[in-house]
Nanobody
Framework: VQLVVSGGGLVYAGGSLRLSCAAS????????MGWFRQAPGKERDMVSAIRWNGGNTYYADSALGRFTISGDNDKNTVYLQINSLKPEDTAVYYC??????????????????WGQGTQVTVSS
């Protein structure tokens, strides 16, 4: 399984970004795919996840209202739309995937596959 991440960059506070995670190497219908981020000097935090089969979505409290996760089955790609960006959103964002259900989606250790990170920098 390969996860290829794109879409990071430098934006001003209040702006938006869409991160993409293109998956290959398997049938992902039984997978949960998610995003986590790691800010400098801080722990990794799961942000959001989606289960391909059924489309259930999950969000951390910090992501509610500004983050939207979605998937394109035809492209095997998961997106993370981030609106109203804040300086505290500055972090490296990673895409992850695992087989199974969405329970415990927020536990990073449960994910088997990781993509490379993409830097998101929000300037005030």
């Amino acid at each position: 399984v390969q996860l290829v991440v794109s879409g990071g960059g430098l934006v001003y506070a209040g702006g938006s970004l869409r991160l993409s995670c293109a998956a290959s190497g398997s049938s992902f219908s039984s997978y949960v795919m998610g995003w986590f981020r790691q800010a400098p000097g801080k722990e990794r935090d799961m942000v959001s996840a989606i289960r391909w089969n059924g489309g259930n979505t999950y969000y951390a409290d910090s992501a509610l209202g500004r983050f939207t996760i979605s998937g394109d089955n035809d492209k095997n790609t998961v997106y993370l739309q981030i609106n109203s960006l804040k300086p505290e959103d500055t972090a490296v964002y990673y895409c992850v995937a695992k087989r199974g259900y969405g329970s415990n989606w927020y536990l990073l250790r449960g994910y088997d596959y990781w993509g490379q990170g993409t830097q998101v920098t929000v300037s005030s």
